[in-house]
């Protein structure tokens, strides 16, 4: 959503603002909310999610077809499966076909997209990791995709499009210098109305909380770090909301305990985490027992022995992604969860030590903001790493050689100050960026300060 680079909606008054967005996005919501997606929500409704042989054989079907059709449309799998396809019949037989790299996803992506997909205008939600690029996904397929995570929250008690929906999102709709009026803005036909993530914080916290009670939504979702920081200013404030959510949705693999209590005592209702990060990832989900489950219907997970994983994604069908070795990091729990679903629950390895850096006059700043940072700024810079060796400074590594644009260093630069103040320097540059393994926000955050601290403590330094 870039509506902001166009002078004519950022220098309209927030009543037309409302409607040339509801107009922007009308051509992708009747993409997305199509006859597939009715149909796959249909589907998944009379569908048992603890009868584990059912949900086998849907995955082996649907793993037969994806196969079928990238042999059928796309040159890449063509030449690469050769005569092996026509054996494969269930997600077990996957194992027969070769594994792709990511990079050799990405160089070979113009012979791995079908045929008939390169001819039409393709659909790309943009939601591609730093570097690779997108996935040419077909009308259906992100019909079905859609629907899969509509049916989640349908089990949670949410129905989308018919039940007021405010969502967090740091999306290009409100000016970001704007510190008055509406921080919202309306997607009428969808029932939903946008919070601009990047005004929840001090002072504008006020402000979206008396238009959530004039809005009175029927579920809250979005960016975990902005719902974190508003629910902290609703608990610190004492202010008892007077609208009743059924549920948050934050779309996030981890939140800690205390993360969560704060969501649920702002919100007196339950939370409920959700993860695609990109269409390259697994879209996993938490159940009613707290675990997070790989929703099968969508795709294939195959686990390494130290959290390697190779996906296979069924609703690819214009950029088919099977057996591809992903970046994320997950383990298989081999207990059946409480909650009867036949869906696998994951976990993550072992998260880092540190996920924090320190604000010299406004304490902790967890991972999950710096995130924010490096979500809103991906176009222009790709991986970031923030690192903190003192209290005064926090240098900020972004991945690659030569200099960066004078203007993007100044945007990060400044988008540190609104989080950490303005009392500490901010030293943007550049450079590979290692990124680590596990963790939840891999190599997103190095705090030096913390083990030099420690060290000091035990008489070291
Ligand atoms: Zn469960």
């Known amino acids: 959503m870039k509506l902001l680079s166009s ?22 919501s009747r993409k997305r909310y199509g006859m597939g997606y009715y149909r796959f929500l249909q589907q998944l409704s009379i569908m048992d999610e603890g009868d584990r042989l ?30 092996k396809a026509s054996d494969i019949q269930s997600a077990d037989g996957l194992t027969q076909l070769p ?30 990791p730093t570097g690779f690029p997108p996935l040419q996904l077909t009308n259906l397929d992100v019909q079905r995709q859609t629907a899969a995570i509509d049916y989640f929250k349908k089990q949670n008690g949410v129905i989308n499009l018919e039940m007021k929906r405010a969502t967090f999102y740091s999306g290009d709709f409100v000016p970001h210098a704007q510190t008055e009026g509406a921080f919202w803005r309306d997607i009428y036909y969808l029932n939903q109305r946008i919070y601009s993530a990047h005004h929840c914080m001090e002072p504008f916290l006020e402000s979206v909380i008396r238009n959530l009670n004039e809005f009175r939504p ?30 948050v949705f934050v779309e996030t693999e981890i939140l800690s305990d205390s993360e969560r ?18 269409e390259r990832s697994p879209f996993l989900f938490e159940c009613a027992a707290g675990n997070l489950h790989f929703n099968m219907r969508t795709g294939v997970l195959e686990f390494g022995e130290k959290g390697e994983v190779l996906l296979t994604r069924f609703h690819t069908h214009g950029t088919p992604l099977i057996r591809l070795k992903i ?35 406004r304490g902790k700043v967890t991972s999950l903001y710096l995130a924010t940072v490096r979500e809103k700024f991906r176009q222009l810079a790709p991986a970031m790493q923030f690192v903190q060796n003192s209290l005064d400074e926090i240098i900020i590594w972004i991945d690659g050689e030569g200099t960066l644009l004078l203007e993007t260093e100044q945007q990060i630069r400044q988008e540190m100050i609104s989080i950490f103040g303005a009392d500490m320097r901010f030293t943007v540059s550049r450079r590979h960026v290692e990124t ?7 190599g997103l955050v190095i705090n030096n ?3 030099h601290i420690c060290q000091s403590d035990c008489g070291m330094n």
Request: proline residues 6%; aromatic residues 10%; hydrophobic residues 35%.
């Open 449 to 451: 300060l913390q083990k």
């Open 99 to 128: 594994i792709i790299e990511e990079t050799l996803f990405a160089e070979r992506i113009e012979e791995i997209h079908t045929e008939t997909q390169r001819k039409k205008e393709a659909f790309s939600s943009g939601s591609a």
């Open 436 to 442: 680590a393994d596990s963790g939840r926000y891999p």
């Open 327 to 361: 970046k994320d990091r997950l383990l298989p729990v081999h207990c059946p969860c409480p909650c009867g679903s036949a869906h696998p629950v994951v976990r993550k390895p072992t998260e880092p030590e540190s996920e924090y850096l320190q604000s010299k006059s």
């Open 7 to 28: 002078g004519f909606y950022g220098n309209s008054p927030i009543y037309l603002q409302n409607l040339l967005l509801s107009f922007h996005e009308y051509a992708n």
């Open 218 to 247: 029927d579920f809250i979702d979005g960016l975990p770090s902005a719902i974190l920081a508003l629910s902290r200013f609703i608990n610190d404030q004492c202010i008892i909301l007077t609208f009743q959510t059924a549920a």
């Open 261 to 278: 209590l704060e969501i649920e005592s702002a919100f007196g209702c339950i939370v409920r985490r959700w993860s695609m990060k990109s």
């Open 54 to 83: 059912a949900e086998q054989e849907f995955q082996d079907r649907e793993v037969q077809a994806i196969i079928r059709h990238a042999v059928q449309h796309s040159p890449f799998y063509r030449e690469l499966y050769k005569n």
